[in-house]
C-alpha cells in the first residue's frame, strides 16, 4: 500500500500573503505529496483555484488539492475548463476534491443555492464535468443544465475526484460518484465502516475506486484544542470525546496515523489548528512535521 503524507491549510488560515509561497516552497523542499486548501468565501483563506495556480507555478513535485471546493453555484462547464487547464499545465498534479458547502446563510447566498437543493446540484455538475474531461462533445440536458455538442480542451490525462463526509448520504455519494474518499473529524473505525458502504454502493453501480484512494484529513494542534473547536466537535460529533479527533503531539498524530493505515487508509492530509505565523516560525513547524510523518511514508 503507497501511504502518501499530505499538508492542508484550513478555513481559518491567513496565509494570503507571501508567507503562501514560502509554505509551498517548503513542502516542495521537504518533500511532502500534497498541499491541501480549503475554501471560504468569508475568510482569509484564498481562493482554492487560485492558490492551488499560484503554488503549481513555483513547484515541480507538489500536488495540489482541494478541502474542499463548494461545487453547487458553480458553473460546471466554466470550471472543467479551469481545473482541465490547471491539471494539463502542471503535469498532472491536481487533486480535485468537491463538497456541497457550508450550511452557514451568508455562504449559501454567495453561491445563491437554496440548502435542499444542494445535492441535486452537485450531482448534475458532476456529470457535466466528467462529460467536459473526455474530450467529446458534451450533449446533456438536466433539470438545472443544456448543452448540446460543446467541447472542452484541454483534455487532462486523468482527472480522480476526491469526496469527503461520513455521513449516510455522503458515503452513499462517493460510493456512485467519487475517485477517492477524503473524510475529516472520522476515528479508524469510522474509516473501515465507511469504506464498506463506499465500496457496497460501487458494486452496485459497477464501479470502482482503487484501494490506495482511501484517505482522511487529520486536524493536529500542537498547544491543545481550542474551546471552539472542541465545541463544534460535540456538537458534531456527540458520540465521541473530541480528544480523539485532534492529536496534541508528534506522538499522538503518528499513532492516530498509523491506526488509519491499518485499517487501510493510505492517503493523509495532516492540518494544523494552532497555525505558526512568521515565516521562520513555519520553518521550523513544517520541519519537525517532516520528520515525524515523512517516515511513514511507504
Not at 23 to 38: N, T
Not at 48 to 58: K, N, Q, Y
Not at 260 to 271: C, E, N, Q
Not at 279 to 298: F, I, R, V
Request: proline content about 7%; charged content about 25%.
Amino acid at each position: 500500500m503507497k501511504v502518501r503524507i499530505g499538508y492542508g491549510l484550513g478555513t481559518r488560515t491567513t496565509l494570503h500573503d507571501e508567507r503562501f509561497g514560502h509554505v509551498v516552497d517548503e513542502l516542495e523542499r521537504l518533500e511532502f505529496d500534497s498541499l491541501w486548501v480549503s475554501e471560504r468565501i468569508g475568510a482569509d483563506a484564498p481562493d482554492p483555484l487560485v492558490a492551488m495556480a499560484f503554488g503549481a507555478g513555483r513547484t515541480t513535485q507538489l500536488k495540489f488539492g482541494m478541502s474542499v471546493m463548494v461545487l453547487p453555484g458553480r458553473n460546471p462547464i466554466v470550471l472543467a475548463k479551469a481545473l482541465a487547464s490547471l491539471s494539463t499545465l502542471s503535469g498532472g498534479r491536481l487533486l480535485p476534491a468537491f463538497g456541497l458547502g457550508l450550511v452557514h446563510p451568508l455562504e449559501q447566498q454567495a453561491f445563491g443555492v437554496e440548502r435542499n437543493e444542494r445535492a441535486k446540484w452537485f450531482d448534475e455538475s458532476m456529470t457535466v464535468m466528467r462529460a467536459c474531461w473526455t474530450g467529446e462533445p458534451v450533449v446533456h440536458d438536466g433539470d438545472r443544465y443544456h448543452y448540446d455538442g460543446i467541447k472542452i480542451r484541454p483534455v487532462p490525462k486523468r482527472m480522480d475526484v476526491w469526496l469527503g463526509g461520513f455521513a449516510p448520504s455522503e458515503l452513499k455519494r462517493v460510493g456512485r460518484l467519487g475517485d477517492g474518499w477524503l473524510p475529516s473529524f472520522v476515528t479508524p473505525a469510522d474509516a473501515a465502516a465507511g469504506r464498506a458502504v463506499i465500496e457496497q454502493v460501487c458494486d452496485e453501480h459497477e464501479r470502482e475506486i482503487e484501494d490506495d484512494h482511501y484517505g482522511v484529513l487529520i486536524p493536529y494542534s500542537l498547544t491543545g484544542v481550542p474551546d471552539a473547536v472542541m465545541a463544534q466537535l460535540a456538537q458534531r460529533r456527540p458520540d465521541l470525546d473530541p480528544r480523539m479527533l485532534v492529536p496534541t503531539s508528534w506522538t499522538e498524530l503518528i499513532a492516530l496515523v498509523r491506526q488509519f493505515i491499518d485499517v487501510g487508509t493510505s492517503k493523509f492530509v495532516v492540518l494544523p489548528l494552532d497555525e505558526p505565523d512568521a515565516p521562520n516560525e513555519w520553518s521550523d513547524h513544517l520541519h519537525e512535521a517532516a520528520q515525524a510523518l515523512l517516515p511513514l511514508e511507504t
